[in-house]
């Protein structure tokens, strides 16, 4: 902080005689015009010595203008301070100080400017000190850890926004519980507004508003609005403003940095799914699974986009799902999956009871096997003519499945390699189990 009045006096040895000397001095000027303001900017040392300091209204001005003290020469044109003076001060708050005359101006300028010199090398020694510390939150923490270090060298809240205005991550949010949860910020208000308007500007928009107690300023990140970074304090932010932009500035290159990975994480992952349709494996895929076609990507999990489609290979899913294939059968797969999402059902065995079967054809098809030969089928069938996991369910040697195979060929005189075959045994099998 800058020197105070208080400060300045004490060091300098001068005596204090009225008004408020808690205030800061921005700078000292030195003058005998009888009304100096309109060359004043406010949070001035006023110096004189006294030519016209008795004039009519001169301390009602100063104050007016913002003029932090008045310190009044002696030894010069007044042996002492005038005690009309001294009164005036009292009665308007103005701090007055007695500037004896072994005591030059020119030492109070250079007091002051030495000051507001040490002050401005402290707060750019903390701003770097800030950055420092910041960037290496984000190199070893990513967004998180930028909204977390930051909200300890403000000693405030920090929230950061997504595109959609929830909470993405926050420090210290517990401060402000009328402004802050795990939803956003307030829904309605002024703080509410300012949000939308820097999120509707994009870019370098930026605005500060006071909210709740709070001294509150938002900052949008990145040209294309990734989100808003919001952050609280009981104090104004002064100097501690360039390190809100330093973080700002790490957040925006960290939330392009995250798209560039997501961009290229999709790449790859429909790469994946390409290759998987060429019947080539890749890891971290389940033994056996489905392929839905879906609306939005699940939270975990392997999925992909190809042609303009959310792809998902799991278990379980939302969408519209084939039967079960391996790694091997993807492509299988996929055509099932888009065959359910035109039929207009969850998952590709829904076909079969969706589709028409002429009356009796199951019966026909159907009549010269037995109760556990159909069942050996329809097992076998929902394998897709695998053995070993067809054999496993039905709790039988893979030999004893094909000698059961075989038996239901011979009942039908019909081979069942063919597809053609199968899938009509596929529906007879599923209308019979209606």
């Known amino acids: 902080m800058p020197i105070s009045l208080h400060d300045l006096a004490r060091s300098l040895g001068l005596p ?12 000292v000027h030195g003058t005998e015009l009888a009304d100096p303001t309109p060359f004043l900017e406010g949070g001035e040392l006023l110096l004189t010595t006294g030519l016209n300091a008795l004039t009519p209204g001169y301390v009602e001005r100063l104050v007016r203008a913002g003029v932090v003290g008045l310190g009044f020469g002696t030894g010069l044109s007044h042996d002492v301070v005038p005690a009309e003076l001294v009164e005036q001060a009292e009665r308007s708050g103005l701090g007055l100080v007695e500037v004896p005359r072994h005591v030059p101006f020119i030492a109070i ?10 002050d401005e090398y402290a707060a750019l020694t903390r701003t770097s000190e800030a950055q420092r510390a910041l960037t290496r939150a984000a ?21 950061l926004l997504g595109a959609s205005g929830e909470v993405v991550h926050a420090h210290n949010a517990r401060l402000a519980p009328g402004l802050v949860s795990s939803g956003g910020l307030a829904p309605s208000g002024d703080l509410a507004a300012a949000v939308a308007k ?19 300023f938002l900052q949008a990140l990145g040209s294309r609005a990734r989100g808003v970074l919001a952050v609280g304090t009981s104090e104004p932010l002064d100097a501690d403003l360039n390190i809100v932009n330093t973080a700002a500035s790490l957040l ?7 798209d560039a990975f997501d961009a290229a994480h999709r790449e790859l992952r429909t790469g994946q799914f390409r290759l998987l349709l060429n019947g080539i494996g890749v890891e971290g895929l389940p033994q056996r699974f489905r392929v839905f076609l879906a609306d939005d990507p699940p939270d975990d999990g392997f999925w992909a986009e190809h042609d303009g489609q959310i792809v998902v290979l799991a278990t379980e899913s939302a969408g519209h799902a ?27 065995e829904d076909l079969a009871g969706s589709l028409k079967v002429p009356e009796g054809f199951a019966d026909a098809l159907l009549q010269p096997l037995d109760t556990e030969t159909r069942e050996t089928l329809r097992t076998w069938l929902s394998h ?51």
């Open 198 to 216: 820097v999120r509707a500007s994009g870019g370098l928009a930026s605005a500060a508003l006071e909210v709740a107690g709070f001294h509150v």
């Open 16 to 27: 204090v005689l009225a008004g408020d000397v808690s205030r800061p001095v921005g700078w």
């Open 109 to 118: 300028s250079k007091a002051v400017s030495k000051a507001l010199a040490a």
């Open 252 to 258: 925006t290159l960290a939330l392009a940095r995250n």
């Open 322 to 348: 084939s039967s079960e294939v391996d790694s091997t059968s993807v492509a299988r797969g996929y055509r099932e999956a888009q065959q359910a999402k035109k039929a207009g059902v969850s998952r590709f």
């Open 384 to 434: 897709h003519g695998a053995w070993d996991p067809a054999a496993t369910e039905l709790g039988v040697h893979r030999h004893t499945l094909k000698n059961r195979v075989r038996k239901a060929e011979q009942a039908l005189r019909k081979s069942l390699d063919s597809p053609g075959l199968r899938a009509e045994l596929w529906l007879a099998l599923h209308r019979e189990g209606q």
């Open 139 to 159: 190199v070893r923490g990513g967004v998180a850890g930028v909204v977390r270090r930051l909200g300890q060298w403000i000693n405030g809240w920090v929230v």
